[in-house]
């Protein structure tokens, strides 16, 4: 099993230790949108708005989380829009947000 597929894995791991490793020119455009803040990883988003980067467990907690608050309401305002609204980033946010979205009847 490759250290990807391994429930330990974090996404957010591989960034910081790019970010650590990166000389002057390397890995630019791939690490240009993230920062580290007090040890915390961020990735900035169009308008420069910093989003915090979470790992796929604790999204899929406040994605659960949110559904649960927002679900039937009038507002047709997307759950990948709202956890962005909340200031949360993780690379599969809106596949996981669309996926429970279309599951749920009430949505």
């Not at 650590?20 to 580290?36: C, M, N």
């Not at 910093?50 to 679900?71: F, M, P, V, W, Y």
């Amino acid at each position: 099993m490759s250290p990807r597929e391994s429930k330990q894995w974090d996404w957010r791991s591989e960034v910081k230790e790019k970010m650590k490793k990166a000389g002057p020119r390397g890995s630019i455009r791939e690490l240009r949108d993230y920062t580290l803040i007090e040890g915390e990883l961020y990735r900035r988003l169009p308008g420069g708005i910093l989003s915090r980067c979470i790992n796929k467990k604790e999204g899929k907690l406040r994605l659960d989380e949110l559904h649960t608050q927002a679900c039937g309401i009038a507002e047709k305002t997307s759950l990948y829009r709202r956890m962005q609204r909340m200031g949360y980033y993780w690379p599969n946010m809106n596949r996981m947000a669309a996926t429970i979205q279309e599951k749920c009847q009430e949505c």
